[in-house]
């Protein structure tokens, strides 16, 4: 499915996708879930993934599981590398240490006997231990010349290698072989804490040995892997990669015979499950609320069906359930079907989608990754800590997290944390380092940065004709200051007679630039303008005349409430650009982005709201800091020092001028928090490490540069005899063990094999 967000990192290229849509899902709450008596800020939500033991699981059969799209490359060590890559690679290379349930890395057995640090003085270096049957698909052993082209490849010191990323590799001196080139001796020239984070996915030094290779063989084709699966072939026009089992895997034998992704759209996903081209897929709540109904209504009872999957779904259970699904009830849609034949076929094409869904489980959990509201502290009134902070604290994130995660059915804990989430053992609630939602001290740091109700109105001097200033600026002419007052009374008359069609005209203009994607709130109160006052409202008009025409010359016209209302600071008003992506898996985050223009409109701040095309979201706006405000999402990870610097270290000005933001997209940040984590990093001590990532992360909350919001729903339709596969939360998929609990072939066959 598609969201807003970022992977953590460079080893993949920035990825615009959409938000789950929010929508009334009815599906119970999450099995598992921490009671009301656990601290939910401490726990995290389980993994559903239908666990099965491999007795219980057949042999054989073919699944399909959709991605967005075939991936440009497959290697993840490129600036393109996506999701898919990610998702491919798992099951062909080697992860030395992959994340489990809590997000913690753990040793894979199936590629490594141990590896830990052996010395710390006077240089850090670590052994690896490889498994003595790891081999490569063409028969080579996994070894100590795999470590050294990788190591390479990756450290930044030939420019030949279009890499994406080089943390870590960087601070490697020298790799060895050791009794054999089954052990490896990696030497660091300064500490690394996060060594376990290298080396995964692992590739076969016949990709990384040469910039060739490593820059355009890997792309399209791995001709030689180690996973429980093997590639079989990449088909872009017919949007397939397809994986076999491995002949020469040494653990425990994958449970399917092959594993085909298909390049599915988000938007055509219950389509493609409906019509039983993918067995699993990542969904929106639309989806998964059909999903949801079809198991609910089928049989009319909610029982098995008569006849196979869906085959009890009767005309009057479609019928209510088609009404459910489109916001109506049974006797209006009743009604609508007597009196139109189109509603009738659409009742029959939902009745057979129904039967076909029935079929189909929602899992679901919460991703490992969080929603922010980022303020781009590089120009403008976000420039000011105190103007950031205080739109931090107008805040209720708790009202944010609940609008997307509750009616999933899902704990809705706004997060504590930028560089962990529940459940890590690195977490610690840090937000009080910001404070928690307080308008009336919100409003008093905008009042100490200069920005205070009516602000935004002209001086004294600029607005009032005929006054003294004036006069003293004329050279004390009172004969025609008098004639200006005259003069400025006789226009203010005729003027009046045009603002209510002006008003009228702003209406129309403002409705007009909603439709187009662009419109300010804040200031558009009814008789007056985005621009910030220059309407009347019904209230300023005194009986049989216009507003102003009584009042004694040299007084200014009376501002309309709503301008007065607002914020503004020397004139101007505080007006902020907030930008949305407009696709239509971005609901949620429209949703929100709504709720927080309230949040800020309730304290005076006017924002100015641009949705734009998803594909332009990131590459357009956000990492070009063209935005005040913007949502968008990063995910979790087992090694936030490294992982998290780029994403808040401070920018640095590049010879031109510009900024060198790396991946903070915010520009804020500061030299201590930047100093934190370069000792976080170099601290192989992992308590000392994540203490001092938490006082980095304190820093974060302190600068209000990024407010995490919630933790990102994930839903997935898995057919119901699937076992081991779903929503997988922190853990990597484990491959070998997915598969059908009956034996089947699911879904189209492929190359003519069932």
Sequence with gaps: MSHVGVPRGTARKRRSVALLATGVLTIPVLAGCTSDSEDPTSVAVPQDIAPASRDRVADGSTLNWAIDAVPSTLNAFQADADGATTRITGALLPSLFPMDAKGEPRLNPDYLESAKVIEREPKQVVLYKLNQQAVWSDGREIGAPDFVAQWRALSGKDSAFWTARNAGYERIEKIERGKDDLQVRVTFSKPYADWRSLFSPLYPKEVTGSPGTFNDGARTTLRNTAGPFRLRSVNKPKGTVVLDRNPRWWGDEARLDSLVFRAVEPGKRTDALAEGTVDVADIDPATANSIALAARYRGGNGGPPAHGPGAGITPAAALRSWALAHGSDEEAAETARAAREETREAVAVYAAEQKSLSGFAVRKSLEPSYTQLALNGESGPLSDDRVRRAIARTLDRQELADAVLKPLGLPAKPPGSHLALAGQPGYKDGSGALGERDTKEAQALLADAGWTPGGALRSTRDTKAGSEAEKKDEGEKPAAGEK????????????????????????????ASREEGEYTVGDDKPGSRSSGGSGVTAQDKQPGGVAGAYAPVGTAAPAPAAVKSRLGKD????????????????????????????????????????????????????????????????????????????????PEPATDGSLLVAQNYTRVGSDHIDQLFDRAVAELDADASRDLLKQADARIWAAAGSIPLYQRPQLVAVDKKLANIGAFGFAAPRYQDIGFTARQAAGPPVNGKK
């Design 484 to 511: 200006a007052a005259d003069e400025d009374k006789d226009e203010k008359a005729e003027k009046a007679g045009k603002m209510d069609e002006k008003a009228e005209d702003t209406e129309k203009d403002d409705k």
């Design 571 to 650: 004139g101007k008003p505080l007006s902020l650009r907030f930008v949305l992506p407009s696709g239509p898996g971005s609901q949620s985050l429209r949703t929100v982005g709504e709720k927080i223009v309230a949040m800020l409109d309730s304290i005076g701040i006017s924002t100015q709201v641009t949705k734009v095309a998803d594909d332009s979201y990131f590459k357009d706006h956000i990492a070009s800091g063209d935005y005040d405000l913007a949502l968008y999402s990063w995910p979790a990870t087992a090694y936030p020092a490294t992982d998290g610097r780029p994403i808040f270290a401070k």
